[in-house]
């Protein structure tokens, strides 16, 4: 019993010598200021950002009669209206190219861009759920709302390349820099969905003003007009719509224009980066707040 008692005295003895030791504390502080972008940390989940492409894919097919063809018969649709109204009623001119196949090869781009737009301004609250309970980079979801319909933009491309060579007036050289204009309408779509998604979080009006700023959008973007009713002094002007050259570029490549306006391209591209670059700016500083406010 002794030897069970003193031994229990050196334990407590013991204790009280570690419990008067000083303690490593950590501190944790917010942090502030630019929080760049983890590249790595963005390639590691790629199969998380595939994995949300693919729902969003299937979600918006799901339950669908036409389920993809859906993506060709929107523009289509609109091409229709567009031609009866401004290509027959109003006579606007198209550059000397059909003007159904001239509106199309805008409608394409547009219909991409603004159907990312509108899903990802709420993608974040969309994805609560998600956002609250799992750590990942939360620039993921606006980036894989900006990729999902890609997949409609690159379907109603192979319908239109089809009505193209059918109709005997397949591209020529300039398609081979169509992929850089399909980049750009990417940057330009992840660019103002960043900027939407991050404020819709804080003011949930975003999700009210975005459906009517890019509907007003569409009619300062040469979509159903062309570049060139507009005067060249005023082509930069018009270039700081980011969508303004993309759908100047998808022309061009696509039905072989003479002339290609490439001050509206050069100034949409800086647009487009500026929005791009401030979008993720802000994104990351409010971020590390989404699953408080959300």
């Known amino acids: 019993m002794q030897l069970v008692g003193a031994g229990a005295v050196h334990d407590r003895a013991a204790r009280r010598v570690r419990d008067q030791r000083p303690k490593k504390r950590t501190l944790v502080r917010a942090s502030s200021g630019w929080r760049p972008v983890n590249l790595a940390e963005l390639w590691q989940r790629r199969e998380l950002l595939f994995q949300l492409v ?10 669908t009669a036409l389920g993809l063809a859906w993506a060709v018969l929107q523009p289509v649709a609109a091409m229709a209206a567009f031609s009866l109204v401004f290509g027959r009623l109003i006579g ?4 000397g190219v059909p003007y159904p196949l001239f509106a199309l090869a805008g409608l394409l781009p547009w219909t991409y861009f603004a159907t990312a737009v509108a899903h990802g301004s709420t993608s974040l609250v969309a994805n609560t ?4 309970k799992v750590y990942f980079p939360r620039l993921i979801i606006p980036l894989a709302s900006a990729l999902a319909p890609a997949v409609d933009l690159a379907v109603g491309l192979l319908a239109l390349l089809v ?3 059918v109709a005997r007036l397949g591209p020529g050289w300039q ?10 309408a990417i940057a330009a779509a992840l660019a103002v969905t960043v900027w939407a998604a991050a404020l819709d979080v804080q ?14 959008l569409m009619f300062v973007t ?12 005023l082509h930069p002007l018009l270039g700081l719509n980011p969508m303004a050259g993309v759908v100047e570029g998808w022309r061009w490549s696509l039905l072989g224009r003479p002339a290609m306006p490439w001050s509206i391209v050069v100034t949409s591209s800086a647009t487009t980066t500026l929005l791009l670059v401030g979008g993720v700016f802000y994104f990351r ?3 590390r707040g989404f699953a408080d406010v959300i």
């Not at 759920?129 to 609250?132: D, M, Q, T, V």
């Open 54 to 63: 693919r729902r969003d894919v299937s979600v918006r097919y799901k339950q």
């Open 175 to 184: 398609i081979s820099l169509l992929p850089l204009f399909a980049l750009m």
């Open 222 to 233: 040469p979509v159903v007009y062309p570049a060139s009713l507009v005067d060249s002094s």
């Open 285 to 287: 500083r409010v971020e």
């Open 163 to 165: 009505v193209l060579i």
């Open 203 to 216: 003011y949930r009006d975003v999700r009210y003003v975005v459906p009517f700023v890019v509907q007003v």
């Open 129 to 132: 759920s998600l956002i609250s």
């Open 92 to 95: 606007v001119p198209s550059d």
